[in-house]
């Protein structure tokens, strides 16, 4: 008896559901180069001191593995809301694996068929994959010419759209402007919809005490969601979570899978959240190479979006992917994205930002757009 060729059946032989037909999986190129500037990491690992006691806060909880995990992560609700302020509980506090999968809760509680999810474009690339996989209608509106919005624009829109879901990503991904706290209070103010504010960049900026959260005691509907992958290095942890009121946080309870954070995930994040300072302790650096880039990127007669993220976006290039080919071509890796002709850089450590202008400077005075004394010495 034989099984058969059933292993070599394509895709396209799959009862696909027909709006996934011809989708291609989200990420950013994945590659082994000297310089990873893509993704916006921290590139600064975790000290020893805080690498031996992850090591072991694991070790100590594998005396439990059988066991299931906390499923409502308590303790580390409890570690989050600590760090917030802000007067935050853990009821105020749910958390996931990574802000993607906070992102596929509130969706799914608060989308779903015949729904609307509205956003601001150029924006982060996976909202409308939330949207498709929540079955969630999405819409969008053109961010003004800067890239920055304002109630006027927003309110707009949502008479146009009438969304269920608004978002808002501040620091916005890719072109790392911000959306001033007032304006996101007029917002809340005007509309009856869930406004999701996105601050996953937030650490980054230069006053991180200036948040959406300082909102939450007067808008119920308003939800303000962050993750522990970009500042706190904790990207390979898988930790996002958000701030709400406490009805927010049970309507993600009642759409997520049972025991959906692991006990390994839960031990990670809550030795990082006792260690914040140290954790957190390189970002002025980061904040310092992004505001440093920009700088020296328009010394080169380049457009630079103002950023208070830990990237920015540069251009305009006529070929942006021939330029983001011969920067991999020199062991530097960054990403092609946001508006055509536009590049996107993360700020790496100061080593590798000067091999991110070495590079650049080749390339450009190879193409002729800058002189010599123009390069990385500038």
Wanted: proline share 7%; glycine share 6%.
């Amino acid at each position: 008896m034989t099984l058969g060729n059933g292993n070599q059946i394509r895709l396209a032989d799959l009862p696909l559901r027909p709006e996934l037909v011809g989708e291609e999986p989200y990420g950013a190129p994945q590659l082994d180069v000297p310089v990873m500037l893509n993704v916006n990491e921290n590139p600064f690992p975790p000290s020893a001191k805080v690498r031996a006691q992850m090591g072991e806060a694991v070790r100590e909880l594998t005396k439990t593995i059988n066991r299931y995990p906390d499923r409502e992560a308590l303790g580390l609700r409890r570690d989050l809301a600590s760090y917030l302020g802000f007067g935050l509980t853990s009821d105020n506090i749910w958390v996931a694996n990574g802000s993607n999968e906070v992102m596929t809760h509130l969706l799914q509680a608060f989308g779903g068929p015949g729904r609307t999810l509205l956003a601001f474009t150029p924006t982060y690339s996976m909202y409308p994959e939330y949207a498709r996989n929540t079955h969630t209608n999405y819409v969008t509106v053109p961010r003004r010419h800067d890239f920055t919005l304002d109630a006027e624009l927003v309110l707009g829109a949502i008479r146009e759209h009438r969304p269920d879901i608004v978002m808002i990503c501040t620091p916005n991904n890719p072109t790392g402007t911000q959306t001033p706290v007032s304006v996101i209070g007029e917002i809340c103010a005007a509309t009856d919809a869930i406004v999701i504010v996105d601050e996953a960049y937030q650490e980054f900026t230069e006053v991180p005490e200036d948040s959406a959260l300082a909102l939450l005691p007067r808008f119920g509907k308003l939800v303000v969601s962050r993750t522990m992958s970009k500042a706190f290095a904790l990207a390979g942890g898988r930790v996002g979570y958000l701030a709400a009121a406490p009805a927010v946080v049970d309507a993600c309870r009642i759409v997520r899978l049972p025991y959906h954070l692991s006990a390994q995930t839960q031990a990670l994040a809550r030795v990082a959240l006792a260690n914040t300072a140290e954790m957190l302790g390189q970002v002025d650096v980061l904040r310092d190479e992004c505001q440093k880039s920009q700088q020296w990127l328009r010394r080169l007669g380049l457009q630079v979006v103002p950023s208070q993220a830990n990237f920015c976006l540069f251009g305009r290039f006529a070929d942006r992917h021939a330029v983001w080919q011969q920067l991999l071509d020199r062991g530097v890796l960054i990403r092609e994205t946001g508006p055509d002709g536009f590049l996107r850089v993360s700020a790496g450590t100061p080593e590798e930002m000067a091999a991110f202008r070495t590079a650049l400077s080749e390339i450009l005075h190879h193409q002729k757009m800058i002189s010599p004394d123009e390069e990385t010495t500038k």
